[in-house]
């Protein structure tokens, strides 16, 4: 008897030491949506439930070797970016994706979330490596997933209502990816949590109950790989998205208390029979 190979994404991303966003969340989510999780590890973070301590770098070389032996031998039909830490390492994920065919021009989609600081305000990628994200990074994707946080960071627009939402998705579309998710988790006022996908033409709503809890830790990862799943399943970008948001919603609302600050967003919905 022989097994079929399932569906394979990548993370790029950082580690979270609390197990709570990073390329831990990438991979629970990737597992919970019966997609084979491969890694290449940018930054390990000193971090738990109150926030992040401090991070240590991979060298851009080594984060380039992993994408490259994944995509070489394993196969990945999807990819994703969450903690880059640095312009440097930018650069070689740039060109390493370039090398084994991850992009939107590629066959391999690519999802870039624009990680730019933990909710805590700590700050995961230097203030140099702003200019690698939008010259670099986001020509080559195929859909980028900013907070209003990474909005007002990467174009200066202060979001302060959902009108607003779609001009910070033309000005995000104007740095070159082919989709715009932008995402409303910090737009308190809201009564909902509607995300807006934006491709140049069509404005696509993902409406959302917004639930008053405050273990969020690790949603913008948990989005972007549920979305980056369902791609690597071959879903459309509308689908995946769509998908995305199903999933997300769900995690935000069987979130979990965990030390003495924020908790996780959970997947564990996700299994069917906790009985051994
Ligand atoms: N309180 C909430 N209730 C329901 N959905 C939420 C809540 N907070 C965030 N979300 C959803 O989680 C996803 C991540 O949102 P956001 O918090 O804006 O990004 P990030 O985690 O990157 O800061 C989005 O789909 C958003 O709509
Ligand atoms: C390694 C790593 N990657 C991403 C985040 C962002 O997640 P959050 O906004 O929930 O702090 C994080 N805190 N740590």
């Known amino acids: 008897m022989s097994n079929s190979t399932p569906p394979r994404a990548l993370t790029i991303a950082g580690t979270d030491s609390g197990g709570g966003a990073g390329v831990h969340a990438d991979c629970r989510t990737f597992f919970a949506c019966g997609v084979h999780a491969t890694t290449a590890v940018t930054a390990v973070t000193v971090q738990n439930s109150v926030g992040v301590s401090g991070f240590h770098e991979i060298p851009p070389e080594v984060v380039a070797a992993q994408i490259e032996a994944v995509v070489t031998d394993i196969g990945v039909t999807a990819a994703k970016t969450g903690m880059l830490a640095s ?24 999802v870039v979330d624009p990680v730019s600081a933990s909710m805590h305000g700590d700050q995961l990628l230097h203030d140099n490596a702003l200019a690698g994200l939008k010259n670099r990074l986001f020509p080559r994707a195929s859909l980028v997933t900013p907070n209003l946080d990474e909005v007002r960071l990467l174009t200066g627009i202060d979001v302060t209502s959902r009108d607003m939402m779609l001009d910070a998705a033309k000005a995000m579309f104007d740095f070159g990816p082919q989709w715009v998710l932008i995402k409303a988790g910090h737009l308190r ?4 949590c509607v995300d807006i996908l934006y491709d140049g033409v069509a404005v696509i709503e993902l409406p959302g109950p917004r639930f008053d809890v405050k273990d969020t830790h690790g949603s913008g990862d948990t989005l972007a790989s549920s979305i980056t799943s369902a791609l690597a399943k071959g879903a459309t970008m509308p689908s995946a998205v769509e998908f995305g948001k199903r999933f997300i919603t769900k995690a935000v609302q069987n979130a979990y208390p965990l030390g003495a600050g924020v908790g996780p967003v959970s997947n564990f919905w996700r299994l069917s029979d906790d009985r051994f």
């Not at 390492?89 to 084994?100: E, G, Y």
């Open 189 to 192: 006022s809201d009564p909902e």
């Open 87 to 110: 312009a440097a390492i930018i650069d070689a994920i740039a060109d390493t994706c370039d090398k084994v065919g991850i992009g939107r021009d590629h066959t391999i989609p690519f």
